[in-house]
Structures are given as structure tokens and as C-alpha cells.
């Protein structure tokens, strides 16, 4: 079981920029996948961004791709989401997940198959 706590949300202006960590406690394996999805009240949890723990290959969402960067650090467990060029459609809670074993995009991107999450950190961005 790995236990996963996010910080570094807060409130930035459009075209502003935020880095997410997410510390993850307990081992994570080279077989692992570690994502950010977010969320805005009434929707279901969208897919960001994810990366292959072993590989470090990531996948992103169309909506985020070439503004938002996801990395790893495999000495400290902890995934980093860098959010450049913010935008107000950005706006939400944003949480950090681990899945054992996924490998395909297919699998990355449903929230379904994500059995480990972090408590959330709210980004706001006002236009």
C-alpha cells in the first residue's frame, strides 16, 4: 500500500506558473504508474498527466499538453507536476494517484484503475 500526499497548490494568476509534488510513502515499484488527474465539482476526475515509474515515459492529456511537464524523482518517491502558462479552465483540485502495473495509455488514462490517491491540493487561476 502506498500512501500519497500532494502540496503545492494555491491561488496563481493566467499565464502564471505551479509545481504539484506528490510524496509517496512506501515503495513504489518499476512496474508502477504515477498520474495526476483533477477535478471540477459535478464532473468526474479528468485525466493530466502520467508517468511509467522503471521507464519515466509520461502521457498527457491534449488539453495540458506542451504547458505542463510531469517528473520523477525516484530517490525521494516523489512525482512532480511543473503547470507553466496556467490558464482558468485549469482550475481545480488536483489529485495524485499510483497504479501498479499499467503500462498502456489506455489503462493510464481511466481514474478507475487507480487504486492508491492522494487527499487533493485546490489550484485556483484567475483570469
Known amino acids: 500500500q502506498v500512501s500519497l500526499v500532494e502540496s503545492g497548490g494555491g491561488l496563481v494568476q493566467a499565464g502564471g506558473s505551479l509545481r504539484l509534488s506528490c510524496a509517496a510513502s512506501g515503495r513504489v515499484f518499476s512496474n508502477d504508474a504515477m498520474a495526476w488527474f483533477r477535478q471540477v465539482p459535478g464532473k468526474d476526475r479528468a485525466f493530466v498527466a502520467a508517468i511509467r515509474w522503471g521507464v519515466g515515459s509520461t502521457e498527457y492529456s491534449d488539453s495540458v499538453k506542451g504547458r505542463f511537464t510531469i517528473s520523477r524523482d525516484n530517490a525521494k518517491n516523489t512525482v512532480y507536476l511543473q503547470m507553466n502558462s496556467l490558464e482558468p479552465e485549469d482550475t481545480a483540485v488536483y489529485y495524485c494517484?499510483?497504479?501498479?502495473?499499467?503500462?498502456?495509455?489506455?489503462?493510464?488514462?481511466?481514474?478507475?484503475?487507480?487504486?492508491?490517491w492522494g487527499q487533493g491540493t485546490q489550484v485556483t487561476v484567475s483570469s
Open positions: 494517484a499510483a497504479n501498479r502495473g499499467a503500462v498502456h495509455r489506455v489503462t493510464l488514462v481511466n481514474w478507475k484503475t487507480y487504486i492508491n
